[in-house]
RNA sequence: GCCCAGGUGGUGGAAUUGGUAGACGCGCUGGCUUCAGGUGCCAGUGACCGCAAGGUCGUGAAGGUUCGAGUCCUUUCCUGGGCACCA
């Protein structure tokens, strides 16, 4: 039985080991250091106020990568801050009364407190927190900045209207067309809101996704789509009154099949397009068409099911290359916000149109056929039918088009469009302009005064930052800063007549998209960063984060990039992160009662196949995302207390791929807390060896575990290299087992394995940074490990002379042979051939074949 | 519907370029230690047949390529994630 001075008190230990770390200032970046920079950043929390499992395993990642990359010389920087503002904050002055500052900075410190005892090494000298106006001030210069670049502007809009919040609704607060809160149905309403101009770089965003080398496909995949580029014409349709007659005016649709115009049979517009609004005007059922149209909007429910319907508006549209005219009409499947809110339809080539066609009986006809078929019984199937063919072929019925396959028919109607003056060829993207407006409180203050004289006049730089007022009420529902009985009035900074500020805020994307550059030279005051500090420390060599942000933010902060290097913030410097990581969710089994409530973990008892909580029985779910609502939350301020920080960061790093979901179970920390134990009273034993050279000449079971040692290193930093932490500690567990069954008696063992116990300190440093500056203590080292270099290993010592050989006979597994290394095929072979069980398997036949692969494998083929 | 990941023991997961499937854990079984619980230590643990030696089967399913397939190809089923009437 272990005495109690014989457990580990990782209370005391981690607490000392902390401080020693503060003390010694380890985690701070050396100044004028020759060493390479590498720049670990994870992504700044939220300050809820309660940390949770998802930022331990989070922060534990980037830790791990950080203190390795310390270990292998490189000169680190690993800050940290608070993203510091958003709606929960707004959310709790509404609910409790406190002001959102207040809540925002306590949750803060509640939470600093809460990072502290993980010992995450991080530089906290650089801390900074984006709703505090030494930060924001710097993002409201960049805006005007942005402003004069022509890459923000002002436009009117649709934004989702909460008519009892009197608030605008982020698309995410928008459930089945109700407000999120108000459970009201959301209004589509138009407003005047800021955009930045991120489209102005979506051909570049979209390109250098391919120099991301180190980003996961999953988010390059994300970011490819979002931007989502499409080749295509816009063309020109004159329209016609119903009488026939010219209107003077034309429709311009987008397509990305101008081989397939000659097949149109209809033009079709959205609700929202301006010629559905004019015409709506004087057309009372085309008003209440466009009505339905928007209230059956956002829930993807029923976008899902919505039936495709239209509205003929009796305006035509003369085809431009033909005669014929098509109707116009309104219909709920066109997005205005894509292209030009307009599409031609060509039933026989797209399957929308088809369905739309066949409902309101307009004509198909099929203008591409495939290639081998015969396009005349092609087109008679197609056009009977009520499937679309929209693979490639042959245009069929298309004029100058006939015989040309898709791609040179699209280029050639082109042509003919451009030459025709009736169109032209163009690209199509799917990324919009970012909205940052936000009628919100809790945001930086856009810098922008309105005058009636003027216009819009930007805030000069010298009176930024506009600050938030103090004095706000949550007690009506909308925006405080519209309704603060000063705040907004001022004087027009150009004409001194009276003027309002502009009263929204930025979404608080704004805020993340440069944090990483401030980091750099976090307590400059008059400028957001040192231009040549930020060149010197980004791109950010590791970035760490969820997957939850694999497309806004993630594409926000690539697009500041660029902005900044445009506006001379930096030099060229387009690429925030070099490399990416999307770590897995924290789950954790759920449990209901018999009806139906969920109960926390805490509570239940598990006896065999049965689970109880307070004696009734609960029904065990599945592993789900750790959530207040489905209570399956496991707190880890708990978990530290009671295991520590090391035992919880190796159970996080342990079994699950960082990338993939975690499971949190009792037993697993239990297991990770026995290894940190056992791990700490073998480095105790060794302490007694004398530390010295391993002899040359040892027992051969020493000389194993010696070329295990070598092996683990070279493995371990290859896995920590590429984030496959759960094998690193699976290589550590296995030389573990080795050294700790290692004969003491043989010769040469108590000096591998005092060898042994040091490396395995050094190699589970990162993963377990307490525990291994204790091990590294006792066994004797006066230095700090955190200021340790990470190990060598010999080449030489990875191979062993002795390779064993699978034998199989007709590839099954037969046995296995030793045989020393660089042994020629035919001493395998004869090896091979003399096992007892090789024999018996031949049974007499002689073999038809041998395959030697020297190292690995010996197979005998046998009729 | 489209795109992207994944399906391996009771369980989390290992497995370079095709070359000994199940490393390392968790759990479980037996034993030792202990007044006891826990801890610690020893042994075992894919399924099936067998006292054993040994054999048969086995990586979601079905085919295929190969001396040899978890890994490559074809078809298919299931799970998770993202996007969604993008013209």
């Not at 106020?49 to 990642?61: A, E, F, I, S, W």
């Not at 030494?134 to 009117?156: C, I, S, T």
Request: aromatic share 10%; net charge neutral.
């Amino acid at each position: 039985m272990a005495s109690p001075e014989e457990r580990y008190n990782f209370r005391e230990t981690e607490a000392k080991w902390q401080k020693a770390w503060a003390d010694h200032a380890c985690f701070r970046v050396e100044a004028n250091s020759k060493k390479p920079k590498y720049y670990v950043l994870e992504m700044f929390p939220y300050p809820s106020g309660r940390l949770h499992m998802g930022h331990v395993r989070n922060y534990t990642l980037g830790d791990v990568v950080a203190r390795y990359k310390k270990a292998k010389g490189f000169n680190v920087l690993h800050p940290m801050g608070w993203d510091a503002f958003g709606l929960p904050a707004e959310n709790a002055a509404l609910e409790r009364g406190v002001h959102p500052a207040k809540w925002t900075r306590q949750n803060i410190a509640q939470m600093r407190e809460q990072f502290r005892p993980l010992g995450f090494s991080l530089d906290w000298s650089r801390e900074l927190t984006s709703c505090e106006p030494d930060y924001y001030k710097h993002e409201q210069k960049m805006f005007l900045d942005f402003m004069r670049k022509g890459l923000a502007y002002r436009k009117e809009s649709w934004v989702n209207w909460d008519p009892v919040e009197n608030t605008v609704l982020a698309n995410e607060q928008v459930i089945d067309g109700k407000g999120w809160r108000s459970g009201v149905d959301v209004e589509q309403r138009k407003l005047n809101q800021w955009f930045l101009k991120i489209t102005h770089y979506a051909d570049d965003l979209l390109k250098a996704i391919e120099t991301l080398g180190r980003w996961p496909d999953k988010v390059r995949v994300m970011q490819h789509n979002w931007i989502g580029r499409s080749e295509g014409a816009r063309v020109h349709w004159p329209l016609l009154n119903p009488d026939g007659n010219a209107r003077g005016d034309s429709l311009e649709v987008f397509t990305t099949r101008p081989d397939t115009l000659f097949g149109a049979s209809f033009c079709a517009i959205s609700a929202q397009h301006p010629l559905a609004v004019k015409l709506a005007e004087s057309d009372a059922a085309l008003r209440d068409f466009i009505a339905d149209c928007s209230k059956a909007g956002t829930s993807t429910a029923a976008i899902e099911t919505a039936e495709k319907q239209g509205y003929d508006t009796k305006v035509r549209a003369r085809h431009p290359f033909t005669a014929n005219s098509v109707p116009v009409c309104v219909a709920n499947f066109v997005l205005m916000e894509y292209g030009t809110g307009a599409i031609f339809g060509c039933p026989g080539h797209d399957e929308r149109d088809m369905e739309f066609a066949r409902k309101y009986n307009l004509p198909v006809r099929c203008v591409v056929a495939p290639e081998g078929e015969d396009p005349i019984a092609f087109a008679r199937k197609l056009e009977s039918g009520n499937e679309a063919y929209v693979d490639d072929g042959i245009a069929i019925a298309s004029e100058f088009l006939d015989g040309l396959k898709v791609d040179a028919a699209k280029r050639a109607a082109i042509a003919k469009l451009e030459a025709l003056g009736r169109g032209k060829g163009t690209v199509q993207y799917r990324l919009r302009d970012w909205g940052v407006s936000r009628q919100r409180y809790w945001g930086c203050p856009v810098p922008v005064i309105h005058c009636a004289k003027c216009g819009v006049v930007p805030v000069p730089d010298k009176d930024l930052p506009v600050t938030l007022p103090d004095d706000v009420t949550f007690d009506r529902p909308g925006n405080p800063l519209d309704r603060h009985p000063t705040w907004k009035h001022v004087k027009c900074p150009t004409c001194a007549a009276a003027a309002t500020r502009e009263t929204d805020t930025f979404d608080t994307f704004f805020e993340s998209s440069w944090y990483f550059a401030r980091f750099c030279s976090p307590h400059l005051a008059d400028q957001a960063f040192d231009k040549a500090e930020a060149m010197k420390w980004l791109p950010v060599d590791q970035y760490i984060g969820g997957v939850e942000h694999a497309v806004l933010h993630l594409l926000y902060s690539r697009f500041f990039t660029r902005a900044l290097s445009d506006c001379g913030y930096l030099d060229g410097l387009k690429e925030p992160f070099a490399g990416m990581f999307t770590q897995g969710m924290v789950c954790h089994e759920t449990y209901r009662t018999q009806d139906g409530a969920w109960v926390e973990p805490g509570g239940v008892r598990k006896e065999g196949e049965k689970a109880t909580y307070n004696g009734a029985p609960v029904t065990v779910g599945r592993s789900e995302k750790m959530s207040k609502s489905k209570k399956n939350t496991v707190d880890p301020e708990h978990i530290i207390l009671t295991y520590g920080a090391d035992a919880a960061r190796l159970f996080m790093l342990s079994d699950s791929p960082p990338e993939r979901d975690l499971e949190w179970t009792d037993s697993g920390i239990e297991g990770a807390w026995r290894y940190l134990n056992r791990l700490w009273r073998l480095a105790a034993s060794a302490s007694a060896n004398p530390a010295g050279a391993v002899p040359s000449a040892i027992a051969p079971a020493a000389a194993a575990a010696l070329r295990q040692i070598h092996r683990a290193v070279a493995t371990v930093g290859e896995d920590l290299e590429k984030f496959r932490f759960n094998s690193a500690v699976a290589r550590i567990r296995e030389l573990t087992n080795t050294l700790a069954d290692l004969d003491r008696g043989a010769v040469g063992a108590d000096a591998v394995f005092r060898l042994g116990m040091e490396r395995v300190t050094q190699l589970v440093n990162p993963l377990m940074p307490h525990v291994a500056e204790e091990m590294w203590l006792s066994l004797g080292h006066k230095t700090l490990l955190a200021q340790s270099p990470w190990p060598d290993f010999d080449p030489v010592m990875l191979e062993d002379d002795i390779v064993t050989l699978a034998v199989q006979v007709n590839g099954k597994l037969r046995g296995t042979i030793d045989v020393a290394k660089g042994s020629d095929k035919a001493a395998c072979e004869s090896a091979a051939l003399a096992l007892p069980a090789v024999q018996r398997q031949l049974d007499g036949k002689p073999p038809r074949k041998v395959i030697v692969v020297p190292e690995k494998i010996v197979n005998i083929v046998v009729a």
